[in-house]
């Protein structure tokens, strides 16, 4: 099993409609949790972080995390063509000396369709 | 301008070069971190550094060497053993320790064997 695990997709919407992209993670003791946004030949860029279990919302982004369930969700609204690209789930947990160590989902691509 | 640079934004290696790859950031934060991404592949860790003058190996070390004599800087030489070096390398840095702790990616360095 994947420590993080993301669907490849691609996952198309329509422009105007809500995405929803879904990661599961293995590690029980994870404590952290990010969402990155990575353009075809770019680098990543943080777009989320979710520490407790619930929602947080930015913008147009909200973010949902169930510990139970050990998933962790991006949810982002009024879908816009920039927003095509692909999102990275990744997945803290502690190390000894108060590190951590973060492991990344292989990504899912969103395009949205104009 | 706060961040992370890496140089050369394209790089080429003859058989049997060592090449380096430079990452420099100016956010005070005491963690780097070289990744290699392959196409359809998740982001998977070279080395790592948690504090000056210490580094650690990562999942896939093989082939590749790095230093951290400066707070600043953590280059990353890519050798002659490294036998599939064709990717798209990234320099992450993180802010303090703990479970929130959150890497920042400089713009990545292209990797192509000649």
């Known amino acids: 099993q994947k420590e993080v695990e993301q669907n490849s997709g691609p996952l198309s919407v329509p422009e105007g409609a809500i995405a929803s992209l879904n990661c599961t993670y293995s590690?029980?003791?994870?404590?952290?949790f990010f969402w990155y946004r990575q353009y075809s030949g770019k680098s990543p860029e943080l777009i989320m972080s979710i520490y407790s279990n619930g929602d947080k919302e930015d913008g147009r982004f909200t973010a949902q995390l169930n510990k139970a369930s050990q998933y962790v969700s991006l949810l982002i609204r009024d879908s816009q063509p920039s927003d095509s690209a692909t999102y990275l789930c990744a997945v803290n947990r502690p190390l000894a000396g108060g590190y951590q160590k973060v492991t990344f989902g292989t990504g899912t691509k969103l395009q949205v369709i104009p | 301008d706060g961040g992370i640079t890496q140089s050369p934004k394209y790089l080429f290696r003859k058989e049997g070069q060592n090449v380096t790859l430079s990452c420099e950031q100016n956010?005070?934060?005491?963690?780097m971190y070289w990744y290699r991404q392959d196409p359809g592949q998740g982001l998977r860790l070279i080395y790592y550094s948690q504090i000056v003058n210490d580094f650690q190996k990562g999942d896939i070390a093989e082939g590749y060497s790095v230093s951290r004599e400066k707070k600043e800087s953590f280059p990353l030489t890519v050798t002659s053993a490294q036998k599939n070096p064709t990717a798209f390398y990234l320099c992450?840095?993180?802010?303090?320790?703990?479970?929130?702790?959150?890497?920042?990616f400089g713009p990545g360095t292209r990797l192509l064997v000649l």
């Open positions: 590690d029980r003791v994870s404590q952290s």
């Open positions: 956010l005070n934060h005491d963690a």
């Open positions: 992450a840095s993180s802010t303090d320790r703990g479970p929130q702790e959150t890497q920042y």
